[in-house]
């Protein structure tokens, strides 16, 4: 059946890990002309905050870099500002009667240095991201596309057999291993953008390291890229829809700490800032101030190979006597919201409703539930202990693995005394620095650890499968269950609000045996000139600049 492009579900973007590096900018000038009214101008300045690590589609994996690629890329498909899924390099797509096979029609698109936009392109780049010597860390992502898994694991050598095939230059044709609801939510997510494969080959490891080592098919291009202080974004004349794009330029700059930027606001140097906790407090009644819970879940993983959290009773003990209303609305103070799932708010649900809506709240703590959970949780560690022949006082070997950044200290020690104060045990703090933080969590040398996870793309699975047997993270926390993997598979081949209810009832699953236990959903705050419109921010997607523009 012939479709045109239609509404579908968002993208993420896993901001899993932006690293912020000292920027030393903070004399930059922009080149914008002043003797131009910002209307004419159409000259936007913003905080990228650091430098982006790597700009090469198919290995990326940062969210500095991802919001720039979808400013000067794209994919088949585009999100747009009112939260539908349209045409991107494809103007139209097929898709077969079992849901197994997409045929997407591309447009008539160029490269900025002229040369056309084919299949072959996205051919070359998506069988590119799964080739295991190209180490890609969102490789996973194509593994619901037919034999895309063993092909990156190396049992498959023939990437013929791969159901990625351009069928000339115009049409690419997608086998997937099984009906995927999510499947063009995919491709407009970073690694399923285009890459030129005549650069690629002739710079090698440096494609995409400098502007003129890489070429551009979206909204903007680079026109100077300063490493570590600035990068300037211009609009690409040869866009296929050049003509929606209202922005000239954007100017970037790159400052990780959080006095500069908010200063430079002041002065009218910067049109948007993110806003640290430090200032909300200075900030919160203007205007200009916005916030906005994004996908972002902080939670804490237990290895349930450790001798103590093996124990379903003591995981549930040290989540119930978390005051999570006070750690939220007090400590935080920054319009994060208390988690009580594992999905944030504004996910689909069933017959599109709200997926966090519809399961409702599914962790209680000492802040819904008082003295009586206080008691709860002083029986249920009691019991584990018993259960595993321990006694509190065994307990203050247990290591709590964190990042040593000063924002997770203040919020780890809080943590600390909850468990002191509620539950009277006494708990060692290990501060590692994030990159090492996450290679002791990928060999599971933890005992329980405090982490987040953003979406990938907007559907409640970019969460769900993450704890079945063979997924992304069984090694690290060390938990299966057999009926939990049986509704995330039926979630994985159904459609519609069967799909939805088999997700709804194995997040209850996950809760209730608790090898992770949610904490908040994390906001983002930020300052924006009123005269700034169009930018569109949203749950599980890079920030995106083709719609923005200065108003009058």
């Known amino acids: 059946m012939n479709k045109k492009i239609i509404s579908l579900l968002l993208v993420s973007i896993m ?25 004419e101008e159409q000259v936007l300045r913003v905080n990228f905050k650091a430098e982006p690590p790597d700009l090469n589609p198919q290995t990326t994996t940062d969210g500095v870099s991802m919001e720039i690629l979808n400013a000067i890329s794209e994919g088949l498909l585009r999100n ?14 097929d898709i077969s009667d079992d849901g197994t096979e997409y045929t997407f029609h591309l447009r008539d698109a160029k490269w900025s240095n002229g040369d056309k936009v084919t299949a072959y392109d996205f051919e070359y780049s998506w069988l590119r991201a799964i080739t295991p010597e190209t180490a890609s860390g969102y490789a996973f992502l194509f593994f619901g596309i037919k034999n895309a898994k063993p092909y990156f694991n190396g049992d498959i050598k023939d990437k013929s057999k791969v159901g990625i095939k351009a069928i000339d230059k115009k049409t690419l044709k997608i086998t997937l291993e099984r009906p995927m609801g999510y499947f063009l939510a995919l491709t407009t997510f970073p690694i399923y953008f285009p890459s030129n494969k005549a650069y690629v080959e002739k710079y090698g490891d440096q494609f995409a390291s400098e502007k003129d080592k890489m070429v551009y098919c979206g909204p903007f291009k680079i026109s100077k890229w300063q490493h570590e202080h600035e990068i300037i974004l211009e609009k690409n004349s040869k866009y296929w829809d050049a003509d929606t794009v209202r922005l000239k330029r954007i100017e970037g700059v790159m400052i990780s700490d959080s ?6 606001y002041k002065t009218e140097e910067l049109d948007v800032t993110n806003v640290s906790t430090e200032f909300i407090d200075m900030f919160k009644d203007r205007k200009d101030f916005k916030s906005e819970v994004g996908s972002f879940v902080s939670y804490i993983a237990f290895n349930c190979n450790d001798k103590y959290f093996t124990n379903k009773k003591i995981r549930k003990a040290f989540s119930l006597a978390i005051n999570r209303d006070s750690f939220v609305n007090k400590l935080l103070n920054n319009g994060s919201l208390i988690a009580r799932g594992f999905v944030p708010p504004s996910f689909p649900g069933k017959s599109g409703g709200d997926f966090r809506e519809q399961n409702g709240d599914l962790v209680k703590d000492v802040s819904t539930e008082g003295k009586k959970g206080l008691k709860e949780a002083n029986k249920l560690l009691d019991e584990g202990l018993k259960e595993i022949g321990a006694t509190r006082e065994d307990l203050s070997e ?13 919020l780890t020690q809080s943590l600390q005394q909850m468990w002191k104060e509620n539950l009277d045990v006494d708990i060692n703090i290990e501060a590692v620095t994030y990159k090492i933080r996450l290679e002791r969590m990928s060999r599971a040398d933890y005992q329980f650890a405090l982490t987040r996870w953003g979406a990938d793309y907007k559907d409640p699975m970019t969460y769900m499968d993450m704890w079945i047997n063979g997924g992304m993270f069984f090694d690290v926390v060390n938990w299966t269950n057999k009926e939990y993997d049986k509704l995330i598979n039926t979630a994985m081949i159904k459609l519609g609000d069967e799909r939805m209810q088999a997700m709804l009832d194995a997040e209850k699953l996950l809760l209730k045996e608790m090898p992770i236990t949610p904490i908040y959903f994390k906001a983002s705050n930020f300052l924006e000139r009123p005269n700034v419109k169009g930018i569109l921010r949203a749950p599980a997607q890079p ?4 719609w923005a523009y200065i108003e009058e």
């Open 15 to 39: 901001f899993f890990s932006i690293i912020l590096t000292g920027c030393g900018g903070n004399n930059i000038k922009t080149n914008s002309d002043k003797s131009l009214s910002k209307s």
């Open 80 to 93: 747009d500002p009112d939260g539908k899924i349209i045409e991107g390099l494809a103007k139209e797509y």
């Open 259 to 264: 006095n500069t930027p908010v200063n430079m």
């Open 398 to 410: 247990i290591r709590f693995l964190v990042d040593s950044s000063d924002e997770v200290k203040k």
């Open 543 to 546: 920030t995106d600049y083709k």
